[in-house]
């Protein structure tokens, strides 16, 4: 065997051994082996119809209100200023709140909070006497929040102040949350006349 022909042997040797690796490194073998996920159905999007809401169309019985508010006062024995428009007279300029949707019965307008022009809510106090004395009105708001924890306050708050010096229980956000703190504030602490104010309306 010639020198030139054992060279060419090895190159070809070489060339077989490359053509392997080659072939090894481009094709997978085992990939006809892997298992394969089978294929998930997906449903198609449901049709979903379109919901018509309808606008808030809310019942006011303006009679009904009043014929309340005054049975409910009179039969409490509650002295409010101007019951059966008393809540109108309070509130002034504040612009009606927002219809409830959906609500076809009457809507209690007593028990909705307010805003008022500047969007501040609108708050109510119960106002129980007026005295010439600074003494006695401290006297009674004294009585009013250790015996029975009720909010009670001065207006004005300080002896110095120009009197006549009001008692004031509140504030509460509802007229009839006013109503019903007056109720309460006879039954407990025996006051016998009252008067729901505005809150920084007290004079």
């Known amino acids: 065997m010639t020198p030139e022909l054992k060279q060419r042997l090895v190159g070809a040797a070489v060339l077989l051994f490359l053509a392997g690796l080659l072939w090894l490194l481009l094709f997978d073998f085992d990939a006809s082996e892997r298992e394969v996920s089978p294929s998930v159905a997906i449903p198609p999007m449901p049709t979903i119809e379109a919901v018509v809401v309808e606008p808030a169309t809310p019942f006011y019985n303006d009679k009904a209100n009043d014929s309340t508010s005054n049975s409910s006062v009179e039969a409490d024995g509650v002295n409010?200023?101007?019951?059966?428009s008393g809540l109108s007279e309070l509130l002034g300029d504040s612009p009606d709140p927002k219809p409830i949707a959906n609500k076809t019965h009457y809507v209690d307008q007593a028990s909705r909070p307010r805003l008022d022009e500047q969007g501040v809510p609108v708050a109510y106090v119960v106002q129980l006497g007026s005295f010439k004395r600074f003494d006695n009105a401290n006297k009674l708001r004294d009585k009013l929040v250790n015996d029975y924890q009720f909010k009670a306050y001065l207006e004005p708050k300080v002896e110095m102040g120009?009197?006549?010096?009001?008692?004031?229980?509140?504030?509460?956000?509802?007229y009839a949350d006013a109503k019903s703190l007056a109720v309460e504030l006879k039954n407990k602490a025996e006051i016998t006349?009252?008067?729901?104010?505005?809150?920084?309306d007290t004079q």
């Not at 409010?80 to 059966?84: L, P, T, V």
């Open 193 to 200: 006349s009252t008067m729901i104010k505005r809150f920084g």
């Open 162 to 174: 120009e009197g006549p010096y009001k008692v004031l229980v509140g504030p509460v956000l509802t």
């Open 80 to 84: 409010e200023q101007a019951s059966s």
